[in-house]
Every structure is written in structure tokens, then in C-alpha cells.
């Protein structure tokens, strides 16, 4: 099973659809949790992190469910603006050395929004 | 912006070459991660440095090493390019190695 796993996509939505990403992880150390948006051929920016307790961000919605180790993002009244690829990265402790973590990404969801 | 620069923007390198890649740190972050991102792909770790020591690396060999010095900029130094290192090679930085932003990355090329 792959560390962090996420639907390739591409996912293509009409202007104003809502659409949901979800996410798994393997390592149930896993600590913190975020979503990354990428543009082609950017660098990826940091959209939202997760708390356990769900969160919001206007359109953005995250949440998490440990037990199922699975995290999603909610993206309402989709804008052309939010055609991007979407990152699910999940930050874990390493075996080796105290304090030390690792950021794992998934490989992205691709999103299309379409006017 | 998030205020973290990277240089070279591109850069070619031939096989069996070496490489040194620049990041700087946003101000205020202490933390400077290093990714590879070959096309179609998630970043993959390759190391982090925290206060200017090593704290954790991913599945990379010996031959891609790295520095961070005490502004808390760093460098990454790849010896021995193979073909399969062309990729997109990112920064980026943190406090305390928490939420992470990222600089626009190098793009390296090895032919």
C-alpha cells in the first residue's frame, strides 16, 4: 500500500459544481496533515492544513477521519481559478532518529474546471 | 509570495557531472526541506535541515547531500548526475518544521 494515496483524476467540473477529493495514508503515526494546490509547472502552495476536529476555509473544506486514515478536501461553487492540482501531504515520524519526520506527498488530484 | 528564492531558476548538466542548488529561507523559518519532483509526480523528500544539522532523509543515495548555514539558508549538492536526477528540485521552509512554503524550485535538466 502506498504511503499516501489520492485519486489521479482528472476531475472535470462545470463552473459552480462542488467536487471532493479524498486522500488515505498508510502510517498511523501519521501526525499533521495539509493540502497543497499546484499550478503547472509552479511550485506548490500550501492551501490548507487539517485539524482533527474538521475546518473551513470560505469555499475549502478539510477534514479528517484517523480511524479510517483518510482526509478530504471540499471544494464548493468551483471557480475557474481553482483548476490546479491538488496535493494531500501527510507528516509522519521517521523510525530513525528522535524528532525527526518526514513530509510525504501524494501524487496529486488533478482538477479542471470548466466555464 | 512566500519569500523563499531559489537559484538557479534552470539549469543543464551533463552525466557525471555535480550540481549545487540554493535556497533561502523565508524570514523567521528555521527549517529548509528539500523535494524532487520528476514530471507527473508528488514531491519526493530527499532531506530536511533543522538549525544547521541534518534531521531526516528520505530514499535518496549518499550522493545527494546538503548544507544549511547559520542564516538558515541551504544548499543541496547532487555528485555524479545520473539522467534519471532531471527533475524539479524545491525548497522549502518552516518554523520548527510545521506548515512548509515553498520557493519556485530549480529545474534541472541532465542530458
Known amino acids: 500500500r502506498k504511503e499516501v494515496e489520492q485519486d489521479p483524476g482528472p476531475f472535470n467540473v462545470p463552473e459552480g459544481a462542488t467536487v471532493a477529493f479524498n486522500c488515505t495514508y498508510s502510517?498511523?503515526?501519521?501526525?499533521?496533515f495539509f493540502w497543497y494546490r499546484q499550478d503547472c509547472r509552479k511550485e506548490p502552495k500550501l492551501l490548507m492544513s487539517?485539524?482533527?476536529s474538521g475546518n473551513e476555509d470560505g469555499r475549502f473544506t478539510a477534514q479528517l477521519n484517523r480511524a479510517s486514515q483518510y482526509i478530504s478536501l471540499l471544494i464548493r461553487d468551483s471557480k475557474l481559478s481553482d483548476s490546479a492540482t491538488y496535493l494531500c501531504v501527510v507528516k509522519a515520524p521517521k523510525r530513525s532518529g528522535a524528532g525527526s519526520y518526514q513530509l510525504t506527498f501524494g501524487k496529486g488530484t488533478k482538477l479542471s474546471v470548466i466555464p | 509570495e512566500t519569500g523563499v528564492t531559489q537559484s538557479p531558476t534552470h539549469l543543464i548538466k551533463t552525466r557525471g557531472q555535480q550540481v549545487t542548488l540554493r535556497c533561502s529561507s523565508q524570514?523567521?523559518?528555521?527549517?529548509v526541506s528539500w523535494y524532487q519532483q520528476a514530471l507527473g509526480q508528488g514531491p519526493q523528500f530527499i532531506f530536511q535541515?533543522?538549525?544547521?544539522?541534518?534531521?531526516g532523509r528520505g530514499n535518496f543515495p549518499p550522493r545527494f547531500s546538503g548544507l544549511q548555514f547559520p542564516n538558515y539558508s541551504s544548499e543541496l549538492n547532487v555528485n555524479a548526475l545520473e539522467l534519471d536526477d532531471s527533475a524539479l528540485y524545491l525548497c522549502a521552509s518552516s518554523f520548527n518544521a510545521y506548515e512548509q512554503y515553498f520557493g519556485p524550485g530549480t529545474r534541472l535538466t541532465v542530458t
Open positions: 524570514s523567521g523559518h528555521n527549517t
Open positions: 502510517n498511523s503515526a501519521s501526525q499533521s
Open positions: 535541515y533543522y538549525r544547521e544539522e541534518e534531521n
Open positions: 487539517v485539524y482533527s
